[in-house]
């Protein structure tokens, strides 16, 4: 699993790079985060998804800059 994650997330970050250069960062963040929330209430119960997105809030501190390519977290 944690193989997928990385590729998945290699994959994302280079279609995150392309975007970049033509769109703004603002709305290139709104739009992937939003898909996000979606696909997490679409698979998961409303109970799974309140706990994903008090985890996303309780570790905003560990999210790093593009440029500074830190681990996944």
């Excluded at 970050?13 to 250069?21: H, K």
């Amino acid at each position: 699993m944690n193989e997928n994650i990385e590729n998945v997330y290699d994959v994302i970050g280079r279609i995150t790079s392309t975007l970049l250069e033509e769109h703004d960062p603002l709305a290139l963040a709104a739009v992937m985060m939003v898909m996000g929330m979606r696909i997490y209430k679409t698979v998961l119960e409303e109970d799974e998804y309140q706990k994903i997105v008090d985890e996303v809030t309780n570790k905003k501190d560990r999210v790093h800059p593009l440029d500074t390519h830190g681990p996944l977290q």
